[in-house]
């Protein structure tokens, strides 16, 4: 008996692969492409500085005195969200932490209607 002939599918475009890592990511950076240019040019443009800036200490964060109204990005790759909700309203009186959940290091670019008006709100609320 001769085994029966496998199917194959194609492998999936970049185009494809793409969509679905900025699904599976939540990043819609990936399938936009003026935002993937913007970052592009960026990331070339950008040099980094020696040494490369270290994350506030506690005495830094302790010695702020003015509002504080921080926006995190659930899947940021550069600071751990869930660490700075409960680190920097412990140490720096008032402030306030919000992590927004389907979202990057860059909520203000992936949400920009919504983080301008909770950052509005946050300013009234200050007056």
Known sequence: MTPR????????????R??????????????MPGLRT????????????????LPLSEEE????????????GKRSLLVHPQRQVERVPR??????????ADTGHVPQIDHAEEINSRMLNFVASVD
């Open 18 to 31: 793409r969509k679905r890592l900025a699904a599976w990511l939540e990043q819609p950076v990936l399938v």
């Open 91 to 100: 140490l720096v009186p008032g402030a306030r932490v919000e992590i927004i």
């Open 5 to 16: 002939p496998r199917m194959t599918r194609p492998p999936p475009s970049s185009r494809t």
């Open 38 to 53: 913007m970052i592009r040019t960026a990331a070339r443009a950008y040099r980094i500085r020696r040494p490369a800036p």
């Open 61 to 72: 964060l302790s010695a702020i005195r003015t509002p504080l109204y921080l926006v995190l």
